[in-house]
């Protein structure tokens, strides 16, 4: 959506328009799901969560008729890995039901501090992909200022790679970002839902980002195997819940 040179009073249309488009999908979420419900089969603490199962279930929505067309997810890691895995499911439930090929997906390392080595080798991992990666999904769990996001995406941009950016919740409302990517992601919901839930979860995620490392995350020594399994049972729980959302 371009916004260079709009008056105030086409900002406040926008605005309006992302609000009530935002009302009308947490609307269908609740005539469809009944979340409090879905909240007592979680098995992990960190889907227990009224407002993180809201905002997925609404950026799955959102995502409704694009999930068939992604062929690679990319997760910024390390705290999107949970909702990058559920949607992953997602885009693979689309893709089986259509007879297509199942669409890979890649951890990658993003993090707010970034070591320079730890970018090149992000660069290098995207650019020895290139030619693979397809329509790309870009997954983070939060966007603030934008500047890790921002960060990833222009790599993706570089190399010619077509994408959208899907987080669980935004820090503030799309068009303040300007003319940082942020601005056109898809997003559960506006706040700090992303970031409460899933920052730092490293016992249920079982990772945690490799500042000098590489492009990828490493295990975390918080890892804690029970609460993987739970998250990952839990992300099965979900997509059969959200399947209704398509």
Known sequence: MEIIGLKKIDKEVFEQAYKARDET?????KNTLDIENLKTKMKSEV???SDLLESLAC????????LINYDTVVSDEASGRLVSRLLHEL???????????????YFIAGGRSRHPKAERDVNDFISEKKNTLGRTL????????GSTIKF????????????DIATVSLGQEPLKYKMNPARDAIYGSI????????????KATGVQRAEKRGPHPIRSEL???????????DIQTLATAFSKLL
């Open 152 to 163: 990833l995406a222009n790599i993706l941009k570089a190399h010619g790679i077509n994408f």
């Open 25 to 29: 999908i947490r609307e269908r979420v």
């Open 47 to 49: 889907f227990q969560d």
């Open 138 to 145: 870009l997954v983070t769990e939060y966007i603030e200022t």
């Open 191 to 202: 706040g700090m839902t992303g970031a409460s839930s899933l920052y730092l979860k490293y």
């Open 223 to 233: 890892r804690d195997p029970k609460d993987v399994k739970k998250s990952r049972e």
């Open 91 to 105: 885009v693979n439930v689309k893709k089986e039901q259509e007879g297509k090929e199942k669409a890979p997906i």
């Open 59 to 66: 950026l799955v929505a959102k995502l409704k008729n694009k």
